[in-house]
């Protein structure tokens, strides 16, 4: 380790939180996800099967009829409801509070990793983190009990090697 700290900054782009979504999820299905489809939908769908079967049969339809139009109607109620639940789930925009407007720098020390951007100051110990993750064209950093944090190649101004010192700092080597 070195005494000297070393820094990088740049701007992020919405590409950039974009691939940070990615790399940080750890499936296909939120929470969310799992809520409207796994507890809500059923419900809805039960809700309408026996709501339009008891009026089937006030109406006079036969035992018949009441199951095979109350499942019908069951079933375009749970379609409807996956309609509006993927247009409620879409995601307009990437990045949130000051993420995209702010300079973002991280500094890695002997015992401390910070990121600052704007009037925020986050100060992790290195003991905290988890994973370094190189891909190509971007650096993940994990830690554990804080959000995950990217650093685009393109901070580095086309510099390997500054970039490979950069990672290494992270890495404690």
Known sequence: MTDTPVSVAGQLLEKDIKKLARAARTSTVGPTALYYAGVTAPMISAGMALMSKNAFGALGFSPYWQLLLSAIFAALAGIVWYLIFMRWSYRHKAGRGNE?????????????????????EVRVQRSALQKVIDKRGYTIVQFDGVDPWIIPDRWFEKNKAALKAFQMQLRGK
């Open 100 to 120: 995209l407007q702010s300079e973002t720098q991280i500094t890695v020390e002997d015992e401390i990793v910070t990121l600052k951007r704007g009037p925020l």
